[in-house]
């Protein structure tokens, strides 16, 4: 899990995926049922923030549901299969693009880092990922032939990166959430990793999103880790930086992680 910090080195945007199980990553995981009545919260308090869809999204979105179905995890909605009725039964975020044109077509998304669903729906990925300083320039070329060449009964799943001053789900823009400065401390952050996978439904890929905050002084425990992520952040370029919302506290953060450490 943790490969991509522990080896150190400057930092560098990496597809780095490995093999997984759809069915479990969407299937339930929270015993409390407190992530599903949270995702229920925001889909109804604001349904145009955190849900999207093009005309042609309907038989992408009726094939997700076949494949929900499929594993048992859903049942068969008396008022229609909606992305709506799918996001309030699924504990994880989904986006479904249109394998041909590679556009996200769909999506319900209530715990983004800090972007906005509605500035990706319709582009293709490569569209949405030119707002990502450097993505594009580094591996651009092979997320586009990864998720093109996604073939049936196979999963994929990698991971992204950022840190927080909460371990709050929900980091959508329009809720404004406090920002990294130079004041930050180790206690206070949380790692907020991203593990994102993606498996093929007819014509399409499907992408499913789960968050897990961790207290970020948890990972001092690994102690390769913990000098891998300093140097990360360290040689991070000014303008990722500023796109993950760290400019300000970036060496803040990392003399805060070596006084930490000791």
Not at 56 to 81: F, H, K, N
Not at 144 to 159: C, H, N, P, T
Not at 172 to 190: A, C, I, N, Y
Not at 195 to 214: A, N
Request: aromatic share 10%; net charge negative.
């Amino acid at each position: 899990m943790w490969s991509q910090f522990s080896k150190g080195g400057e930092f560098r945007w990496s597809l780095g995926v490995r093999g997984a199980e759809a069915e479990s990553f969407f299937g339930p995981q929270d015993k409390s049922g407190e992530l599903l009545k949270e995702k229920r919260h925001w889909l109804g308090a604001n349904p145009e923030l955190y849900l999207a869809e093009t005309e042609e999204a309907q038989p992408l979105i009726d094939a997700v549901w076949e494949l929900a179905l499929g594993w048992g995890q859903v049942e068969e909605p008396e008022d229609g299969r909606t992305l709506m009725n799918l996001a309030r039964n699924w504990e994880a975020d989904l986006l479904i693009l249109e394998k041909e044109s590679m556009k996200m077509v769909a999506g319900a998304v209530c715990f983004p880092s800090s972007w906005d669903l509605r500035t990706a729906i319709g582009k293709p990925v490569f569209a949405v990922h030119g707002v990502v300083p450097k993505l594009n320039e580094q591996v651009g070329k092979n997320v586009d032939r990864f998720l093109a060449g996604i073939q049936g009964g196979k999963s994929y799943v990698r991971m992204n990166w950022s840190l927080t001053r909460t371990d709050e789900l929900n980091y959508h823009p329009k809720r404004g959430r406090r920002k990294l400065d130079e004041s930050v401390t180790v206690e206070e952050l949380f790692f907020r990793l991203e593990h994102q996978l993606f498996c093929e439904v007819k014509s399409g890929v499907l992408m499913g999103l789960r968050i897990e905050p961790i207290p970020l002084q948890e990972l001092a425990k690994e102690p390769e880790v913990w000098v891998g992520l300093q140097e990360k952040i360290q040689t991070m370029p000014k303008e990722v930086a500023e796109y993950k919302g760290m400019l300000t506290a970036k060496d803040a953060i990392v003399e805060a992680m070596k006084v930490y450490a000791g």
